[in-house]
């Protein structure tokens, strides 16, 4: 086999025969040999085809390097010697290329290096799979899952000081590019029993021990415990506590750091540190016995310090742990009733608690640990899973876990067959391939006998477990022994065949495995098959202020009342395991199969008795045999033409015909020589890896010509295009610029033709502004010079008429002092006596006329309102006054004059109004300013007054406008459209405009108001005579806000018919003729809380009395 150039130096002694399937002449002696010889060279690994042989070599070889795996990395598995890497990368590559989910299943007895395995496959995986932040992370995690689940659950034994006690399948996540994103981990049953006892020679769970050696003192202190395993009964009694492989103290601080890595809170550490601490404390509570007065035993605590440290670290009172520990609830009539545990009974019932709170600890640990490691956004995965379950055991006692053990390991085997051994031998017959048949032990009749429904021993077990009534182990037994007595691998003293075999203990059966014959002792069977826990403890648990122990124990709810018994161990486990084959078959296997050296854990000792029977159990031979007829390689048709038909002109790109016509010219065009080849029905098989391995490198020569090829057409197509395109946005920037280019000149030459006209503009227009200035400047100039001319005429002119004027002056004061010698010359003497009274009638003549022309010149406005009158002095005040009133009586005349017609007859309205209320009726001053407008509603031009005037015949229309009539019956107010005209009254319904009653105007007799606020008036009518209809109702009484208008413009109208004024009554009472009855109308004023009616007025009518109130 070619060694790769670059090997390191561990890879390139190559001794034996690496693969068994090339050994020869191939017998179990030379393959024995081989192992040997390999072994003594340290080469542990052999090659079975693709199953990897592993001989654990106890001690530490420099294999599994970063280096090693670098060289393993993406290589043929039969590149390089033989190696887990080599597989690993096989599944691997075959998972993240191939897309097929993997398993790798570890097989081998207990101590074979199974677990080892495992690690180096994890390590592998994690070194090749991508890097980056959060890829390390859940490597990481799922790298510190395993010495935390190997602290929880593997313990030292007599055949391997760190063994598994639990099984393990984990399934590792990967996305599309082969990172790995997360992981799954199942645990199958843990050997609790390990917890309350152990065999001599072999120690607890390493936890224990971790924690003790490993906690400083404070944890050992807040935890009530010793740094010494021998202080505790659940440690000291095996006589083993110290291991020299093992570091305790070291791997307790890797248990807490893979703790934190994997994603544990620190309280939830500590709390797991405590229940640890609390089933070491448990297993010290001892009993005594007690005679209780009713004949029954009873027992007592002597280690109440224990049971109290316990009860702290639990948080639960003493008292309760103390009675859950000593006393049970038994039900006797549907009556609920304590009895008292006997001392086994209590010691029986302590070590089922310890053992269910370990247990339930770590099955907790392990769904935490997938908590943290699983797949955190949905997303499609690919999986590798590596199943590392407890290996075969056999001891000189086994019991109930050696039994599910070994159950679990004949599965395993039975996988193993059915893949490489029977599966394999039946498709080429199925396949109709020349094949001669190799034996082999099929080990399906012992996993019948373990497993089959009803009468396999696990259904046996069950069964004697649901029985009522006194059931023990030994019926247990006799139930097997009728059952199962004629099967071949079951063996049992009562049984006639073996009643001389006194290896075989009456209490005791005996199964003969594929790896061997395992006698069973019986005793516990029932009991941990039951797996049960006695209500009190559950409860007393659930009441624990303990987060986590409540947790453990959820069926210690008191309000959880469902008494449904829960599934059995056995059954649970065969559930477990039936899934587990589920899953391993849905996958593509990978072996490993792990082979023990010697029985003393020794190195470099290869004890070739103890070897052969592994190989013969392991059915390595028959293996080998199987794989050396066969082929190594088969695959359906389609798929092999579809994945090599790059390999031939013919069937590249696409062959449309009958595949084996296909392949058969990828086979010619490679010369692999017919007896590599097998046509089977519906698959091809290949004898040699080589020719494969030959295939697929060519396969990849070829893809990596076809892809340079399409990268060159496509890097080609890319280019032109990319060419095509830069050669139109050529054309297009070339275009644009040109147009840019050419617009800018323009622009510039435009520009410049504009600066060019400008200047040329601003010089002519220079030129013509500096002829304007000089222009200017002469016209200027010209008139400055007139100016000064004119300057010096006019100042001579004035010159001129000064002195003329200074003449003139000069002459008259020459003259007035002449004329006044003269004057003084000719009155000299006659002055004396008539000086005085002259000068005092100059005096007084000069103020009257200074007087007179004052009020000339300050005289006021021609406005007869204007009361304006110049001040005079005292002496002339009442010439003053008369000539005010001379003035007024002028203007007046003058303001009179120039009234119109119509000015004048309002005004001698306004004057008739002012006779007859002035000083009579307090509203009459606010009615002065308003004008009278009489048509208020503008009814002149109303179509409908039309119609009644031409009816009635009225000749001018006074007075219109709403008014309020006042009721004669009841007081009460209507509104009425009330017309005064030249002849006549006319009251009309104001909304339809239909004449009420008309009343001549000469029948208007007398109009009565009140001196007060209101607005009212009665109209006293003239007495009806025969025939007069419309006055037959008598007076009545109105009010408008023009009242004094319409009694003004009424009153006028009557006299103008008459002749005769009527009379206008003002007063507080008048007297009324309302039809026939005569009523005393009373104004009343200064009524306080009136706000109804007319303007504040209330009209009541009380028999001949009317009474109007106004506020
Ligand atoms: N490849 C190896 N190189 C060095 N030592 C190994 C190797 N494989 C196994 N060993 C040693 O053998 C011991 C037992 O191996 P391991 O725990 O893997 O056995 P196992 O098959 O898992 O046993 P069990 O079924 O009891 O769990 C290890 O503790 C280690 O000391
Ligand atoms: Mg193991």
Redesign the pocket.
């Known amino acids: 086999m070619a060694l790769h150039q670059g090997a390191l130096a561990i890879l390139e002694n190559n001794v034996g025969v690496s693969d068994a399937v090339l050994l020869d002449p191939m017998t179990e002696e030379a393959f024995l040999e081989n192992l040997q010889t390999r072994f003594k060279h340290n080469q542990?690994y052999t090659y079975i085809g693709t199953v990897v042989v592993?001989v654990?070599?106890?001690?530490?070889?420099p294999?599994y390097t970063p280096d090693v795996i670098d060289e393993y990395r993406s290589r043929n598995i039969y590149e390089l010697p033989p190696h887990i890497y080599a597989i690993s990368d096989e599944a691997y590559r075959s998972m993240r290329d191939r897309n097929l989910d993997q398993c790798v299943i570890i097989s081998?007895?207990?101590?074979?290096?199974?677990?080892?395995?495992s690690k180096?496959i994890m390590q592998y995986v994690a070194q090749v799979s991508g890097k980056g932040r959060e890829i390390d992370r859940v490597k990481e995690q799922l790298l510190q899952s395993n010495p935390v689940l190997e602290a929880f659950g593997?313990a030292k034994?007599l055949?391997?000081?760190?063994?598994?006690r639990f099984g393990k399948y984990m399934d590792i996540e990967f996305d599309f590019k082969g990172d790995p994103i997360g992981g799954v981990i199942t645990n199958y049953l843990l050997e609790k029993s390990r917890v309350a006892s152990q065999t001599p020679g072999e120690r607890n769970f390493h936890i224990f021990y971790q924690l003790l050696a490993g906690a400083d003192s404070t944890l050992l202190e807040s935890l009530k415990l010793s740094s010494k395993p021998d202080d505790y009964g659940f440690l000291n009694k095996s006589g083993c506590i110290k291991v020299d492989?093992i570091d305790d103290a070291a791997n307790f601080n890797a248990v807490k750091v893979g703790m934190e890595v994997i994603g544990f809170y620190r309280d939830e550490i500590s709390q797991v540190f405590q229940l640890i601490a609390s089933v070491l404390k448990l297993g010290n509570v001892k009993f005594v016995h007690r005679s209780n007065p009713d004949g029954t035993d009873g027992c007592d605590i002597n280690s109440g310090q224990e049971v109290s440290d316990v009860a702290q670290l639990l948080g639960c009172p003493a008292k309760d742990l103390t009675s859950a520990l000593t006393q049970r609830t038994v039900e006797v009539k549907r009556e609920k009733v304590k009895t008292d545990f006997s001392e086994e009974g209590a010691t029986y019932a302590r070590d089922a608690l310890c053992k269910a709170i370990y247990s339930r600890l770590f099955s907790w640990l392990v769904e935490r640990i997938n908590d943290s490691i699983k797949v955190k956004h949905e997303q499609k995965t690919k999986v590798m899973g590596v199943l590392?379950i407890?290996?075969f055991e056999v001891f000189k006692t086994n019991n109930f876990e050696q039994f599910i053990i070994n159950y679990c390991n004949e599965k395993l085997q039975q996988i193993f067959i059915e893949l490489t051994l029977k599966e394999e031998q039946e498709e080429y017959i199925r396949e109709s391939i020349e094949w001669i048949h190799v034996d082999y032990f099929n080990n399906a009749v012992i996993c019948d006998l373990i497993e089959k429904n009803n009468v396999g021993i696990l259904a046996l077990l069950d069964e004697q477990c649901l029985l009522p009534g006194n059931v023990t182990d030994k019926t247990f037994l006799e139930k097997l022994n009728q059952k199962c007595k004629d099967h071949p691998h079951y063996e049992s003293r009562a049984l006639r065949k073996n009643q001389s075999d006194r290896t075989l203990p009456h209490d005791a059966f005996r199964l003969k495995h594929y790896a061997g014959s395992v006698t069973y002792k019986v005793d516990g069977f029932i009991d941990k098959n039951n797996d049960l826990l006695y209500r009190d403890l559950s409860q007393a648990m659930y009441a624990c202020n303990h987060k986590l122990i409540r947790k453990l124990f959820p069926e210690g709810n008191p309000s959880q009342k469902s008494l449904k018994r829960p599934p059995t161990a056995g059954s649970q486990f065969k559930v477990s395991v039936q899934a587990l084959m589920k899953n391993l078959l849905s996958k593509n296997p990978n072996y490993i199969r792990?082979v023990k050296p010697n029985d003393d854990?020794s190195a470099g000792v290869l004890d070739l008795d103890i070897v052969k029977h592994q190989v013969r159990y392991l059915g390595l031979m028959e293996n080998i045999r199987v794989k050396r007829a066969g082929y190594a390689f088969r695959q359906v048709y389609a798929q092999f033409l579809y994945r090599y038909k790059m390999l031939a002109d013919e069937t590249w790109p696409s062959w449309s015909g009958d595949a084996v016509e296909g392949i058969k010219y990828i086979i010619a065009n490679q010369g692999i020589p017919d007896d590599e080849i097998a046509f089977g029905k519906s698959k091809i098989f290949i004898r040699n890896p080589k020719t494969l391995f030959d295939l697929e490198g060519q396969r990849r020569e070829r893809m990596h010509f076809l892809a340079t090829l399409i990268q060159k057409v496509w890097r080609g197509r890319v280019k032109r295009q990319h060419f095509l395109l830069m050669k139109r946005s050529q054309v297009i920037i070339s275009s644009r610029f040109r147009g840019y280019w050419g617009q800018k000149q323009y622009k510039r030459k435009k520009q410049a033709t504009l600066v060019l006209q400008c200047g040329t503009r601003r010089w002519k227009a220079r030129k013509v502004l500096a002829e304007l200035k000089y222009q200017r400047r002469l016209l200027l100039a010209a008139i400055f010079c007139q100016k000064l001319r004119r300057g010096v005429q006019a100042r001579k002119l004035l010159a001129e008429l000064k002195l003329q004027k200074r003449m003139e002056w000069a002459v008259t004061v020459i003259h007035k002092y002449y004329m006044g010698w003269k004057v003084r010359k000719n009155y000299k003497p006659k002055f004396r006596r008539i000086a005085g009274p002259k000068v005092a009638r100059f005096f007084v003549t000069a103020l009257k006329r200074k007087f007179l022309f004052d009020v000339r010149d300050n005289l006021p406005s021609l406005s007869p309102v204007d009361n304006k009158w110049p001040t005079s002095p005292k002496m002339y005040k009442d010439a003053s006054d008369q000539l005010q009133v001379l003035h007024h009586r002028w203007r007046c005349r003058k303001y009179r004059k120039k009234l119109s017609e119509f000015q004048k007859y309002t005004l001698r309205e306004k004057l008739t109004a002012s006779a007859l209320f002035k000083d009579k009726k307090v509203i009459y001053p606010e009615s002065v300013p308003i004008p009278f407008k009489g048509d208020y509603l503008d009814l002149r031009g109303d179509l409908k007054w039309k119609k009644i005037q031409s009816i009635t015949s009225e000749i001018n229309l006074v007075f219109a406008d709403l008014v309020y009539k006042v009721n004669r019956n009841d007081g009460k107010i209507v509104q009425q459209l009330l017309v005064v005209s030249s002849q006549a009254l006319l009251v009309i319904d104001h909304k339809t405009m239909i004449l009420k009653y008309r009343i001549p105007i000469e029948y208007i007799d007398k109009i009565s108001l009140s001196p007060y606020q209101d607005k009212l008036a009665v109209f006293h009518l003239k007495k009806p005579q025969n025939g007069d209809n419309f006055a037959k109702k008598g007076d009545f009484i109105i009010g408008n806000e023009h009242i004094i208008e319409i009694v003004t413009k009424a009153a006028l109208c009557v006299r103008n018919q008459t002749n005769n004024m009527p009379e206008i009554h003002v007063g507080p009472q008048c007297n009324g003729q309302f039809g026939n009855t005569s009523v005393q109308v009373s104004f009343q004023q200064g009524v306080k809380g009136l706000e109804t009616g007319l303007a504040g007025v209330k009209v009541t009518r009380k028999k001949k009395m009317m009474l109007i109130s106004e506020p």
Do not use: F, W
């Not at 081998?108 to 395995?117: C, D, I, L, P």
């Open positions: 542990i592993s654990n070599p106890y001690q530490n070889l294999l081998g007895e207990s101590g074979a290096g199974k677990t080892e395995a180096v593997n034994t055949r391997n000081d760190n063994s598994s492989t590392d407890y290996g792990c854990k």
